[in-house]
């Protein structure tokens, strides 16, 4: 059974910082390009960075160039988004997914074939 888990998600001021983990089971991340998306309530599901099989290519959304970074460990089968200055607009529910073709770095839904149940992330004072 193919199924990536997010971990990490919860309550934070704004300025703070998480880091979201997602582990892949039944499968190996090695081929796989990894985004990272969010879903505020009432929008619709945007990407908000991807890394490629290799590590050596990503893709970051300009709403957080310079505060998130996305990075894989394979050998742990997992990826991580590290989120620095968080603010208020960031709060959504955070998915990863993975997409088969490991070259292709992108951040478009319908690219990306396996998802996890998602994390919630709220930036509030």
């Known amino acids: 059974q193919l199924q990536l888990v997010e971990s990490g998600g919860g309550l934070v001021q704004p300025g703070g910082s998480l880091r979201l983990s997602c582990a892949a089971s039944?499968?190996?991340?090695?081929?796989?390009?990894i985004g990272w998306f969010r879903q505020a309530p009432g929008k619709e599901r945007e990407g908000v960075l991807c890394?490629?099989?290799?590590?050596?290519?990503?893709n970051y959304a300009d709403s957080v160039k310079g505060r998130f970074t996305i990075s894989r460990d394979n050998a742990k089968n997992t990826v991580y988004l590290q989120m620095n200055s968080l603010k208020p607009e960031d709060t959504a529910v955070y998915y990863c997914?993975?997409?088969?073709?490991?070259?292709?770095?992108?951040?478009?839904?319908?690219?990306?074939?396996?998802w996890g149940q998602g994390t919630q992330v709220t930036v509030s004072s």
């Open positions: 997914a993975a997409n088969p073709y490991g070259s292709r770095c992108s951040r478009v839904v319908y690219e990306f074939d396996y």
């Open positions: 039944g499968f190996t991340l090695d081929y796989y390009a």
């Open positions: 890394i490629s099989s290799s590590g050596g290519s990503t």
